[in-house]
């Protein structure tokens, strides 16, 4: 049985599928109206496993390891990128791994709150949200496919995420590892004035290629990121819709970025044949974000380079590569820029996501707001 999508005239989009001859006649089942590709391809896989699962699947003796493993290769992958559905699949064949052997249709609350239990004294109370998140939407597919009456994790109470406080820098500790970067290691100081005068994410940093910079503008079109998926390097969409946007460049980086250019113009004329081409995703790539001799700088440098810059300026902090991203977003609130602003400039999906990350800010900006008052009424 297959299907296919296509666009009719009027942009919107039609899935049909041929489910075969039935009684002498061919039989079609066909869907318009989808605003968008994913739309249909989704709705059709739906189908498709609405059809295949009433028609051929023994819910009665289907283990929870051979649904969960069909629903990674089916839903899953059809509707998440491939960097999210690596990260599934390792879910699966490992926190979800012991409920595995057991019948889907015998799963209960009692077992998942056990299997939790257990997990907790291996993995972070953040990873068995993640676990539980995951197994939550996949049972809940079989709710929908019928091979379950009900989703037995709604009756579970996942662990909290682990709160971990945001460390971020200070406008003297970016300057003294701005300063010193731009002595010591000038391809690394190009990501972190990126970094630290946008809030962009280091994937988002690693995709900018030389077409996504508007001089004449000032403005940084982000609409891409690189992933490692397995071994290869892949350059896919943004984690989401409202990531790609538009980010106003500081002077600085403005500055900083042409004087790159015209420095990495002249590594390209010096090295010649020799110049490394970065070729990700079967595209050669304009990478701005490159060594000496034209490679893309490795993801993982983005966090030993941030590492060897605090400990190089004895900043005795914990701060990951995405704090950087959060440094900027305190910064800009701090001086009372406003949160609607901030979220643009990160490309949160809603304000309230912005708010809750950075509450401990909004809380000290409002005191000096009362302060301010308390002088003049």
């Known amino acids: 049985m297959k299907g296919s999508v296509k666009k009719e005239t009027n942009n919107t989009w039609t899935y049909t599928v041929d489910i075969g001859i039935i009684n002498g006649k061919r039989k079609q089942k066909k869907k318009r109206g989808f605003k968008t590709k994913k739309e249909a391809d989704i709705s059709m896989i739906e189908f498709l496993n609405n059809y295949k699962t009433n028609q051929f699947v023994d819910s009665k003796n289907m283990t929870i390891g051979q649904y969960l493993e069909y629903w990674l290769e089916t839903y899953a992958a059809a509707s998440v990128s491939k960097s999210t559905h690596l990260s599934y699949k390792k879910v699966v064949h490992n926190q979800l791994s012991d409920l595995s052997e057991n019948k889907l249709e015998d799963l ?50 996942p662990p909290k995420k682990a709160y971990k406080e945001i460390e971020t820098l200070t406008v003297d500790e970016v300057n003294k590892i701005k300063n010193h970067l731009y002595v010591t290691n000038k391809e690394y100081y190009i990501v972190f004035m990126i970094a630290i005068t946008t809030g962009m994410r280091r994937g988002e940093i690693a995709a900018l290629e030389w077409s996504d910079i508007n001089f004449t503008n000032k403005q940084i079109y982000v609409s891409k990121a690189l992933k490692l998926i397995g071994r290869e390097l892949e350059i896919s969409s943004t984690k989401n819709k409202s990531s790609i946007r538009s980010i106003g460049m ?93 979220q643009e400039r990160l490309g949160h999906s809603n304000i309230s996501t912005t708010m809750d990350l950075y509450s401990h800010v909004t809380k000290n900006v409002q005191d000096k707001a009362v302060e301010k008052l308390n002088q003049i009424l």
């Open 108 to 157: 209960n609350p009692f077992i998942i709150q056990t299997l939790y239990t257990d997990l907790l004294k291996r993995y972070s109370p953040t990873s068995v949200n993640y676990a539980h998140r995951i197994l939550k939407m996949a049972l809940k597919h079989a709710v929908k496919w019928k091979l379950i009456l009900y989703n037995p994790v709604d009756a579970v109470n």
């Open 250 to 342: 500081t002077d600085s980086l403005f500055s900083t970025l042409k004087s790159w250019k015209k420095e990495q113009t002249a590594f390209k004329l010096n090295y010649g044949p020799h110049y490394i081409k970065n070729v990700i995703s079967g595209k050669p790539r304009d990478i701005i974000c490159t060594w000496e001799n034209g490679r893309a700088i490795p993801l993982d440098y983005y966090f030993v380079g941030l590492k060897k810059a605090l400990r190089d300026t004895e900043i005795n902090k914990h701060v990951r590569f995405h704090d950087l991203r959060h440094t900027h977003a305190t910064l800009l609130l701090e001086q009372n820029v406003e949160a609607k602003i901030v």
